[in-house]
Each structure stands twice: as structure tokens, then as C-alpha cells.
């Protein structure tokens, strides 16, 4: 089992630019391949972006398409989400997943497909 430690979140205007972090410990993240979720107030737990173990592939959710940016360093064991043009619609609390992937070079848009998980950070897009 990886911890996860997300971190970066906080409060921005609308159009401006955070970049989230995620801090795994307790095992190398390299064989792992990562995810995004976001969860607004009242709403279910949504996709936002994946990544595969080496970090050639990627997905994004339409919705932030353009915008957001999933990356990883491997050597640092961290996961990363830049996200610019923010919307008051971005506003949820931001969690980072990992699936031990060792043989697969897919990426997980479902977050039943992740085995772990960070407590989340909070972003707030003012308008």
C-alpha cells in the first residue's frame, strides 16, 4: 500500500492558476498508475485527469480539457495537476489515486479501478 499526501490546494479567482501535488510515500510510485478525482458540495465523485505508470500516456475529462495538466516525476514520487483558466464550476475538494500497475501500460478513468487514495485538498475558485 502507497500513502498519498495531496497538497497545494487554497482559494483563487476565477481565470487564475493553481498546481496540485500529490507526495506518495512508503513505496515507489513507478510501477503505479495515478489519477485525479475532484468532489464538489452535494455532488458524487467525478474523473478529472489519469496517467499511466510511465507517464506517456494521459486523459483528461472534457470538461478541463485545455486547462489541466496531469504530469509525474517518478524520481520524486510525486504526482501533479496544473490547473489553469480556473472556474468557480472547479471548486471541489481534489484527491489523488494510485492502482499498482506493474504490467500495464493503461491508464483508469474509474475510480473503483484505484486501490489508493489521498485525503484530499480543497480549491476554491472565486468568481
Known amino acids: 500500500q502507497v500513502r498519498l499526501v495531496e497538497s497545494g490546494g487554497g482559494l483563487v479567482q476565477a481565470g487564475g492558476s493553481l498546481r496540485l501535488s500529490c507526495a506518495a510515500s512508503g513505496r515507489s510510485l513507478s510501477p503505479y498508475a495515478m489519477g485525479w478525482f475532484r468532489q464538489a458540495p452535494g455532488k458524487e465523485r467525478e474523473f478529472v485527469a489519469a496517467?499511466?505508470?510511465?507517464?506517456?500516456?494521459?486523459y483528461q475529462v472534457d470538461s478541463v480539457k485545455g486547462r489541466f495538466t496531469i504530469s509525474r516525476d517518478n524520481a520524486e514520487n510525486t504526482l501533479f495537476l496544473q490547473m489553469n483558466s480556473l472556474k468557480p464550476a472547479d471548486t471541489a475538494i481534489y484527491y489523488c489515486?494510485?492502482?499498482?500497475?506493474?504490467?500495464?501500460?493503461?491508464?483508469?478513468?474509474?475510480?473503483?479501478?484505484?486501490?489508493?487514495w489521498g485525503q484530499g485538498t480543497q480549491v476554491t475558485v472565486s468568481s
Open positions: 496517467i499511466n505508470r510511465s507517464g506517456g500516456r494521459t
Open positions: 489515486a494510485a492502482e499498482y500497475s506493474p504490467f500495464s501500460d493503461s491508464y483508469y478513468v474509474s475510480g473503483v479501478q484505484y486501490g489508493d
